[in-house]
């Protein structure tokens, strides 16, 4: 099962090339995602990623600002999932 870290640097990693199409040394942990940097489709298809990688199901539930604001977000969410 992955760790904390090794999960945010996947999503990082997905965010830079994916959506941001940047280099994930330059996508910090705390990167603001939902002021304009990622829409609804995006959105979507980063979360078919986490459950695709992951092995997990996101209900309707966890889609709430507070856990796709940052990449450290998503990483904590996709753990609370694994555990």
């Given amino acids: 099962m992955p760790d904390e870290t ?3 640097l996947a999503v990082r990693r ?14 910090p942990a705390d990167l603001a995602l939902l002021t304009g940097r990622v829409d609804s489709i995006a959105l979507k298809r980063l979360m ?8 997990i199901e996101l209900d309707d539930d966890d889609v709430v600002e507070r856990n796709f604001s940052t990449p450290h ?3 904590l969410l996709v753990c609370s999932k694994l555990s």
């Fill in 48 to 55: 078919t990623f986490l459950e695709e990688e992951f092995d």
């Fill in 14 to 27: 997905y965010l830079a090339s994916s959506i941001l199409f940047d280099d994930a040394s330059r996508v």
């Fill in 6 to 8: 090794g999960v945010e």
């Fill in 73 to 75: 977000d998503i990483a």
